[in-house]
């Protein structure tokens, strides 16, 4: 496991990085037996996660009438220990239960509520001024909502009262971010321990609104489903693998990308090339059609230029022991020359990018091509070329896979990095680790941006930056430059804005 990925970084980084891991429900649920297993009492739990959310709520809202929805499980028992501190604050208090408490710290925690609760017939609704504790179901939730529970959801979405979700907006898968029916749409959350899966996918991640993770006694690392950790994507898994040159280094050694282009997109491939030369590639080779090498060599003055009239061209060339990483797809069609292409590239054993139209000639290859390269592989899909990468994997695997486990799916399926894109792209490992980077800018959504990260990845790739982290690393980079420039970004604007923005993290590290 490369020491950017281990738990090391978590308690190096401080208590702020305790919100680096993400935990699924199954992770949770085993943690948390773990530490009852300890000599953690479940109840006291409960209590500290429900005063957890009191404390947020005191800590942004003045005293105003509340109203707690309460489910069955211990989502709910949460509820009542967060009704029963607001009360004791002296706020106005109102719960409402969806069914009797089911577990016995739930019991506990309503008799210790101890006042009726309101049929949900009987609701009176806050307005604007009140505030909604949203604890009817957790990370329990496994079915669609409807009957009772959905009208709940639709009527406190509708009233205009902030809502307050416990540990996730119920609705919401906790693995997926799926909605099961219907969800809460809440201005904050409080989770507990560690962020979920659903509170950075999507729709999950918009019905979270603020997020704030609790600490509430548990073990200071979770206990991984199948040794295969998620975390979201901050510098902190990956700033101390930035390549930075040393000073005995030469344009060679600091990496030589080769891209191949294409004959009629050339605008993938130059924006890809400008954004590795941007991330510290010592040297890029544009190995393009002989009909467009002038095109490509009136770009970029630094950028080297050949023709390749054939195939076999760009086998000899890759046969240079210099080439240090090789990028493919960009631009280029799907169909017979670039699948022969890719075979070449693959053959010549270089870590290898492989965007666009080589996505497609992927899907293509025999398997035995694909089990026996040797350079470690990114694939950089959208989720239309996910869709026909990987056809009905998804299915296959069972119900309700998220974007999460496709990822992982398709990156132990392929024995290559997936970069599964969109405004929640997921960064996922043949060994199952993963990455999910919550926060990129839909200013993103822009023809072009997509090869200027397929570049980025190949330009740290090329310094020899291992795959997983090249991935988050440039997937967070790219997030941030967008960020940065805001409104009206073109994807030519990227790749001048990196230099600025990996010099700032090089400088905080
Ligand atoms: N992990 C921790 O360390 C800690 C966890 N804590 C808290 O516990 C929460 C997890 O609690 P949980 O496991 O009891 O599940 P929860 O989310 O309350 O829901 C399950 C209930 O809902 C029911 N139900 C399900 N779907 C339904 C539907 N569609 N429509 C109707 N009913 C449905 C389901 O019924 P069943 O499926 O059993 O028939 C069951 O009764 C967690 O999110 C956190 O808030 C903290 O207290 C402290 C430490
Ligand atoms: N709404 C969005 N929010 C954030 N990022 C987005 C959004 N839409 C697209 N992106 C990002 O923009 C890039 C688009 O890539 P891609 O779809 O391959 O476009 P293109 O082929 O035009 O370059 C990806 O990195 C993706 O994650
Ligand atoms: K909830």
């Known amino acids: ?34 530490a009852f297993t300890a000599g953690l009492d479940s109840y006291t739990a409960m209590e500290r996660a429900g005063r957890a959310v009191a404390d947020a709520i005191l800590a942004r809202w003045r005293r105003r009438p509340v ?46 509520w101890g006042s009726t609760a309101l049929e949900p017939d009987d609701i009176t609704w806050p307005e604007a001024g009140g505030l909604i504790v949203d604890a009817l179901f957790g990370i329990g939730l496994t079915r669609r ?5 959905a009208n709940l959801v639709q009527r406190a979405n509708q009233c205009g009262a902030p809502i ?18 219907t969800a809460i749409a809440a201005t904050l959350t409080v989770t507990f321990a560690w962020c979920k899966p659903g509170h950075v996918l999507l729709p999950g991640r918009t019905a979270t609104g603020e997020l704030v993770i609790a600490d509430i006694g548990l073990p200071a690392a979770p206990l991984p489903d199948d040794l295969s950790p998620v975390w979201r994507n901050t510098p902190a898994l990956w700033r101390h693998a930035l390549p930075v040159p040393r000073v005995q280094d030469h344009k060679y050694s600091r990496g030589h990308l080769v891209a191949i282009g294409g004959g009629v997109m050339t605008g993938a491939v130059r924006l890809a090339v400008r954004a590795a030369r941007r991330a510290g590639a010592g040297l890029a080779t ?104 990987c056809g009905n994997l998804g299915a296959d695997l069972g119900p309700g896979l998220g974007k999460l486990q496709r990822a992982q799916a398709a990156a132990r399926l392929f024995g290559a990095v997936i970069v599964l894109k969109g405004p929640d792209t997921v960064i996922a490992a043949p060994d199952g680790r993963a990455i999910v980077n919550g926060e990129a800018p839909a200013y993103l959504a822009t023809a072009g941006s997509g090869d200027v990260l397929a570049g980025l990845i190949a330009g740290l790739l090329t310094q020899g930056m291992d795959a997983f982290a090249a991935s988050a690393a440039a997937v967070w980079l790219h997030a941030e430059a967008a960020r940065r420039f805001g409104p009206g970004l073109l994807a030519e604007d990227l790749p001048d804005l990196l230099p600025k923005v990996i010099a700032e993290l090089s400088a905080a590290s």
């Open 145 to 149: 909502l409807d009957g009772v529970g």
């Open 286 to 389: 544009i190995l393009a059609p002989a009909a467009a090498v002038s095109v490509y060599a009136q770009d970029q003055a630094g950028a080297i230029v050949r023709p390749r009239p054939e195939t076999a061209d760009v086998v000899a060339y890759l046969k240079d022991s210099r080439v240090s990483a090789v990028l493919i797809g960009s631009g280029l069609e799907s169909g017979g020359e670039t699948s022969d292409l890719l075979r070449h590239v693959l053959a010549a054993r270089h870590a290898t990018v492989v965007d666009g139209g080589g996505l497609d000639a992927w899907r293509d290859l025999d398997h035995h091509l694909i089990a026996e390269r040797a350079g470690p592989v990114v694939l950089t899909p959208h989720e239309g070329e996910f869709a026909r990468l």
């Open 1 to 34: 496991m490369s020491p950017a990925f281990n738990e090391n970084s978590k308690q190096k980084a401080g208590a702020g990085a305790f919100a680096l891991r993400i935990v699924t429900a199954r992770e949770m649920q085993r943690t948390e037996q773990l």
């Open 67 to 112: 109203l707690v929805l309460c489910g069955p499980g211990n989502n709910g028992g949460d509820g009542y220990i967060i009704a029963a501190t607001l009360r004791a604050a002296g706020w106005p208090v109102s719960v409402t239960a969806l069914a009797a408490p089911s577990s016995t710290d739930a019991r506990r925690a309503a008799t210790g």
């Open 164 to 181: 307050v979700s416990v540990d996730i907006p119920s609705g919401v898968h906790a693995d997926t971010g799926a909605m099961l029916g």
